[in-house]
């Protein structure tokens, strides 16, 4: 199942470097424009709307070599079946988004923009290929255009017409993966394959995409039960820096990855823990000196709404830490040797132990916010480890 993961890596690791800066660059100036009172809200709308993407899309970019070797058919034959399981998806997340409380005005129409983009989407015909240069290409120039419409509406900002855009960005990014692939329509044969079992041999594969993003949803949906609306913004905010922070981290160990997932017998290299661990340690040491001794006029270029911006950024950075250990630990050892189960179940406690801390506290504020999920990703994953080597062990 992960050979097949590992031996993208190669392009993977493009992907992940131009998605990352281009990412990064629109949260600083989402940060920089939006209120401070607005962030929190448009973070958990967000949240949402990527779970939504992501559900729809399901995964076909990682099965879809699998699926080839199976029934020994071309990509764009499959374009059928993963269609009419996106439909299916589509359905489900559109009464999944009826149920919930809307957060913003016209949050129905945002999750029906999203769902069409993801039903359009065809990022698993540049997976097949294994050229992912022109899906790239077509991110870059997608986020390019919400950076512009942010930049030029600046003064007027506002969560509605933030969300419209960055739904229609994802539209074009969607769009563009059409008119790059020059699919020959000739060429497709409409034949229907078995729904269930394309569904099954992709399930796993979807879920660990989707549970990242369902995770951060259902933890600030927590908070923002529990906390004032400025308070609850802060915490996105942190939760915003620490994902990013644990997604440039993870770029520099793809290739360790991409040694495991090619070659299990790499789990036994003494040096592999060393390979990973100490380069990032190293790079967040040199994150940590570069915020602590920055001047705060410049921290205040981009973090000028925000009261203490420099104590955010740091507690962004711990809460990476908290969380980075349990991806290297989750990405070396229980991915590849197929707990799946053990990753889906301890993610899921990380949300359940941040709910029972909330539970018990009536009045939050938010330093304690952060360190209710430091704590939990601590615990979770020091629990996570000694499960795995017991069962090892046994």
Avoid at 103 to 126: D, E, G, H, K, R
Wanted: include cysteine; proline fraction near 2%.
């Amino acid at each position: 199942m992960y050979k097949n993961l590992g031996l993208l890596f190669n392009n993977y690791s493009f992907i992940q470097a131009s998605g990352l800066l281009i990412s990064i660059l629109t949260t600083l100036i989402i940060i920089r424009f939006l209120p401070q009172e607005d962030y929190g809200i448009y973070i958990y709308s967000v949240a949402f709307l990527e779970f939504g993407f992501n559900f729809i899309v399901f995964g076909f970019e990682l099965s879809i070599n699998k699926l080839k070797k199976i029934y020994s058919l071309r990509v764009i034959n499959f374009i059928l079946s993963f269609s009419v399981i996106r439909l299916i998806n589509i359905i489900i997340f559109m009464f999944f988004a009826v149920l919930i409380v809307s957060p913003v005005n016209n949050f129905l129409y945002f999750c029906f923009l999203i769902s069409f983009a993801a039903f359009l989407n065809l990022n698993f015909l540049y997976y097949s290929e294994q050229d992912l240069k022109w899906h790239a290409v077509s991110y870059v120039i997608s986020k390019l255009f919400f950076i512009i419409y942010v930049l030029s509406m600046k003064e007027s900002l506002n969560i509605n017409s933030l969300l419209s855009v960055y739904c229609l960005s994802f539209m074009l990014f969607s769009i563009m993966h059409l008119v790059f692939s020059k699919i020959n329509v000739k060429k497709i044969e409409l034949n229907l394959l078995p729904i269930k079992d394309i569904f099954s041999e992709t399930f796993s594969f979807s879920v660990l995409r989707i549970i990242v993003f369902f995770e951060i949803y259902v933890a600030l949906s927590l908070y923002k039960n529990y906390l004032s609306l400025k308070i609850f913004s802060m915490v996105a905010l942190v939760i915003t820096i620490s994902r990013i922070l644990v997604s440039f981290l993870y770029t520099t160990v793809t290739p360790i990855y991409k040694k495991v997932a090619i070659n299990k017998s790499a789990l036994l290299n003494k040096d592999l823990k060393y390979q990973v661990y100490f380069p990032s340690f190293l790079l967040v040491l040199a994150i940590l000196l570069f915020i602590l001794f920055t001047p705060q006029q410049f921290i205040d270029i981009v973090f000028i709404n925000y009261e203490n911006s420099r104590v955010l950024i740091l507690l962004g950075v711990f809460l990476a830490c908290s969380h980075f250990p349990f991806m290297i630990f989750s990405n070396i050892y229980l991915l590849p040797n197929s707990h799946t189960k053990q990753y889906i179940s301890n993610r899921f406690l990380v949300i359940f132990f941040i709910a029972i801390a909330l539970f018990n506290f009536e009045k939050l504020d938010f330093t304690s916010s952060i360190l209710i999920f430091i704590l939990a990703e601590i615990i979770v994953f020091f629990i996570s480890y000694t499960v795995y080597k017991f069962s090892t062990f046994k």
